[in-house]
């Protein structure tokens, strides 16, 4: 049995020598002296000798079992120093490299215009009112002088939900009204910002889905005069202080009498150039006098009251603004198009 001591002492020390990784090391310390390793199965055996053979043997045992506790924890803190080096050269920081710059986000160009027009109309003391996009029948068109059958609905064919009457605004005049019937007989001074939709072709120039800005100013003794003179201003701020403006007669059913406003070409300053079509002036907007009809539908009472209201499309502005020239590039989501701005 102090033989087979002898040789299982041996073949330890050999394959503890062998362990290249504290893993390893372990399993090692587990076969070897754990309670079903080789050497403590041997204590079990002790019975089997005689009496004098026991303490020599036990002896022995002993020494063996500190010997190798001891080379064991030798190895451990070899490997275990071994391994923190590794894993430190691994994972060390470089701190002289170049950082890497932060990828940022930026606005959609069509943000930027909505927030540049939000801050303008601010300036001249319009609040913001948010009015919903999914709108009835009776908003979008009736109370806004629009009656079925009106032909001025061909101008603006919408998408219907599958409840009879309920539409998607096809433009922001709606808005008009609920903002009317909040603030009657109070003086108003809004814009109405958002989202609209028309079932029509899509095209460089026309979209199915659009941002349009709408704006209400009444009270009493509102004039045409305010509607030009307050659009003008809008334009100086907008596009510059000496740009021209134009304002040519026009038809809305909801305003009369009712005008479009150009501005001088903010590409050629009104030289002529494609993006104009040679014509020196762009149209941005719809506006007039708010119908008495209308004034009516809202809760005021147009032999006291009067107002004015227009509506421009953000998007066509951006256009002009950056010479794009389409507008499919705005909802594309084309990351090469939306990170120029
Ligand atoms: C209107 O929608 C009127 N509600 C504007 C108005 C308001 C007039 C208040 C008078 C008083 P119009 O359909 O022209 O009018 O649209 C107004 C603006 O929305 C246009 O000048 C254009 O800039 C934008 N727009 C209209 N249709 C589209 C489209 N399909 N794609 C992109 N922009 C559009």
Same mark, same amino acid.
């Given at each position: 049995m102090l033989a087979e001591l002898e040789n299982l002492h041996a073949q330890a020390v050999e394959t503890l020598e062998k362990a290249n990784t504290t893993a390893v090391l372990e399993d090692w310390h587990r076969d070897t002296l =754990?309670?079903? =390793?080789s050497i403590y199965l041997l204590t079990r055996q002790i019975g089997q000798l005689s009496a004098e053979e026991r303490p020599v043997f036990g002896q022995r045992l002993n020494a063996a079992k500190d010997e190798l506790e001891a080379a064991y924890e030798q190895r451990l803190a070899i490997l275990k120093a071994a391994e923190l080096k590794h894993k430190m050269a691994s994972t060390?920081?470089?701190?002289t490299l170049p950082g890497r710059s932060q990828w940022r986000g930026r606005l959609h160009p069509a943000t930027r215009t909505l927030r540049e027009i939000y801050r303008i109309w601010g300036d001249m003391g319009f609040q913001v009112y948010r009015s919903r996009d999914v709108e009835t029948d009776e908003y979008n068109f009736e109370l806004l002088n629009i009656p079925q059958h009106h032909p001025a609905r061909d101008m603006w064919d919408t998408f219907h939900t599958t409840t009879p009457g309920v539409i998607l605004r096809t433009h922001t005049s709606p808005g008009q009204i609920h903002a009317m019937r909040e603030y009657a007989p109070e003086p108003i001074r809004v814009i109405l910002p958002g989202m609209c939709y028309r079932y029509e072709q899509i095209t460089a120039r026309s979209e199915i889905q659009f941002h349009q800005v709408e704006g209400l100013a009444v009270g009493k003794n509102i004039s045409l005069a305010d509607l030009k003179g307050t659009l003008t201003d809008f334009a100086r701020r907008m596009f510059g202080a000496n740009r021209k403006v134009r304002f040519r007669a026009n038809y809305f059913?909801?305003?009369?009498?009712s005008a479009e406003m150009d501005v001088e070409c903010i590409l050629c300053g009104g030289e002529g150039c494609q993006v104009c079509k040679y014509a020196g002036w762009l149209e941005i907007l719809g506006c007039g006098m708010v119908h008495p009809t209308v004034l009516r539908n809202g809760g005021y009472d147009p032999a006291v009251y009067s107002g004015f209201a227009f509506g421009m499309g953000p998007e066509r502005i951006t256009m002009l603004k950056y010479g794009i020239q389409d507008i499919r590039y705005f909802w594309s989501n084309d990351l090469r198009f939306l990170e120029q701005f």
């Open positions: =754990g309670r079903r =390793g060390a920081i470089d701190v059913p909801f305003t009369e009498p």
